[in-house]
């Protein structure tokens, strides 16, 4: 092992082989600049949802470098290079440092009591004038445990309003969803060292090894060690999965449900099927037996545009598996159908029986590093604790814990959700929205009609974060936010591995955490409980963290058995950690299913077509014993298909060196450099019979909105074109939108349609024109080519490379040096 | 013509008028935009069970024309217009065109509850198949209408 190399050119770094069942070898990665540590910090990673631990060097109060931990789970000492690089964006110089706010148009600096205070005002005037429907919360995924709790309680209980959600629900709702669906409850069954032990991998619209770049180094491990895992790979992009897949199989998007029903069916034809598990731990085997008879390959390769006999392949390798592990991601849960498709492949676990042994299981993946705890705190559509709002007794606990009037609590309808959020602030009844850690401007579909709803007069926006944003530019207030590093807090990743993450810095200037900001609300606000007492009686970060342990006992995502020092002491648990697991729990279901039962579930469940809601009454006669309910789906033919005026599929998606709308990797050199601007994918054969070719600039409209940008020849499907979403305007002349180069966010051609299941967007599924506005000049897109974008031809572009300043330490054991 | 045939025949109408209704709503209310698509996802259904419906007339020698007779269409769209037009006393536009469609899908799941009864009275199991394949769907509307009026209602009858 090369003890220096080049992360942002070989981003996964050298190998460390091993076989199936032993411990995954350590290897220590680090970023330092400069000379001397004066201390170690204990952190994890907020660049991604894989939650790998780290140290942050502090040297004379600034971060100077970070150091992945040996001793952690997650990552045994790895780091991805968004991890390596990312955290020099703390020290960005147009950091928020001041308070704004908006004074004759412009955003003015200002003070925490003026600008609290004009929060503050117009806070109680809504709640008088127009009651708690008028206020809403969008929040992040980017935040901590403790601020996620401390929004819920705020939120629901203090406020009284129904509207509060996550941009995880652009990104992990379906994940939640699905688990819901199928098991009733929320909470990932597998663990991470699944990856260990399976012999077969399945990946479904996962692109492993550029959204969660050390798991994908643990698979590649496990690739160059004896008895590797058999790989299929479902995408319609070339990506460095499929590269290495056994079957690769890239259909239409949007036809994923099909493609799922097809390998289903021929799991019952040919009877790979573990009846006894099916008959002990589900209920509706009949069903979807039934559902999927006529879902033959044959008829899914129409579909899906992939050959039959490929399909058959992909179904052979997961019926004979003997531990099959299966992860899901963006490619289902953004695209049409997602929860439908996503609970398919839950049902795939379930008829083969893998499910709670080493190996077997199902990761219905996360993108966000904290998405998992706006989930179990209820800071996105659910109640905290995985508390079911149709559940009367659930409520109760809830008002009885917070000490409040159960009808304080909103429980009359599920919580609203963001997309839905956003339509009542278009239409007015919501006028004021706080949107904490999140840039909608250029991450919601249909951007053109998402500025013009938070430009427009009737509506107050608080934008709370760390740089001028397209969205913050656009609010009425802004609120300069403290981040990773600068605060303390607990987060969970999505195999439920609780971290902490340390204050190792003071934040700039003014700025603060966003714990600090939301209790200086509830305290402006006044907001009591039934005794008069102040609602929210916790004062910082620790008090937050037993105040959610309070809340958490007893539920699937029970944190009671955790504490600051144990999380210091001995890196990242899973939960439920309580006092029957006091060393956390590595998969849950190893003894059946658990949480299904009509008095603890999480959900009575949905329609998987409608969105309609199962009954209480329903949900009671279909399961009554609690088991895993295998629930069939129809297939439905995309709701935008390609027409004589937009031939072309257009999908979306990230790339290795970018994170969300690149607030923080846009300004770190190493990454921004390694992929500086937007670009648009094709097909070889595509490109060829339109006679176009790298590097020429050409524009991409939809029914909404339109992009301009280089075109890079690849080996994607044809008739489909592939966007990257992270790119926006903050650092072009239009800064919140279109200048004179015309559009840059792909989310300017991305429709406003949603999963009436999970509620989250279809990022996946336009149909575009593609026009020719210049010819090359020998200048190839801006896309890397370590990645899904590489060209096809590979002397199309030079190879994306870091040069001296991506240089990072990879050692095979674990450093002498004590962790702190 | 019998009295089940009867039966077969208003349920031909109201699922074509059901499926006519959706896409209608669908078209008003495009900004509206999980209801919008759900609305044209299920109005398949409707289509669908009119075609089934169709078929298993058509067997016992009852022709029911795939395209209504343009007096009964009239009919049957001024009686829609009216269904969904809001009403100056009634509550606003969506909630309305919600209430509308649950009532007419409410109607047709009646009226295959019927045809199910007199099918199993009648041992005739070609009918029933018919309503066992169709009926849920039906069901499915109701529940979906419902839903959408619980979890839209409180915003848009309170906050104004
Ligand atoms: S980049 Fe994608 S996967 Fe990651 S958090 Fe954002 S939406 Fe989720």
Known sequence: MRERIDRIAEPWGDRTPYRPGQPWPVRRDAHLTGDGVDRWVPAASLLHSNGDAMDVAVRDGRIVGVRGRADDRVNRGRLGPKDLFGWQANHARDRLTVPLVRRGGELEESDWDTAMGLVVDRSKHLLEEHGPGAIGFYTSGQLFLEEYYTLAVTARAGIGTNHLDGNTRLCTATAAEALKETFGCDGQPASYTDVDHCDTLALFGHNMAETQPVLWMRVLDRLAGPEPPRLLCVDPRPTPAAARSEVHLAPRTGTNVALLNALLHELVRTDRIDHAYVRAHTVGYQELAAGVAKCTPQWAARICDVPAREIQRAAELLGEARKLLSTVLQGVYQSHQATAAAVQVNNLQLLRGMLGRPGCGVLQMNGQPTAENTRECGADGDLPGFRNWENAAHVAELAKLWNVEEERIPHYGAPTPAMQIFRYAEQGSIKLLWISGTNPAVSLPELARIRELLRSEGLFTVVQDLYPTETALLADVVLPAATWGEKTGTFTNADRTVHLCEQAVQPPGQARPDLDILLDYARRMDFRDRDGAPLIGWHDAPGAFEAWQRCSAGRPCDYTGLSYELLRERGGIQWPCDAEHPDGTERLYSDGISWAAPDTCETYGRDLVTGAAVSETEYRALNPGGRAVLKAAEYLPPHEDVSAEHPLQLTTGRTLYHFHTRTKTGRTPQLDAAAPGMWVEIGAGEARSRGLGEGDLVEVATARGAVRARLRVTAIRDGLLFLPFHYGYWDTPGRTGPGPDGGRAANETTVTDWDPVSKQPLYKTAAARLTRIAPADGTPAPAPTTTASAPADPAAAPPTTGGPDALADQRPDPAPEATP | ?160
């Open chain 2, 1 to 160: 013509m019998n009295p089940v045939e009867t039966v077969l025949r208003t349920l031909h109408d109201d699922e074509l008028a059901l499926h006519d209704d959706l896409l209608a709503a669908a078209e008003d209310h495009r900004a509206e935009h999980e209801f919008h698509h759900v609305a044209t996802d299920t109005a398949r259904w409707s289509a669908e069970h009119a075609r089934l419906i169709a078929a298993a007339a058509a067997d016992r020698g009852l022709h029911l024309p795939a395209d209504r007779d343009p007096a009964a269409l009239t009919r049957l769209r001024r009686k829609a217009a009216e269904d969904l037009a809001p009403r100056p006393d009634g509550p606003p536009g969506l909630l309305a065109a919600l209430t509308a469609l649950h009532l007419a899908a409410s109607r047709n799941s009646l009226h295959w509850e019927m045809l199910a009864q007199a099918a199993q009275a009648g041992r005739d199991g070609e009918l029933l198949d018919l309503a066992s394949r169709c009926h849920p769907q039906t069901l499915r509307q109701m529940r979906w209408t419902n839903t959408l009026i619980k979890t839209l209602a409180p915003q848009l009858l309170t906050a104004s």
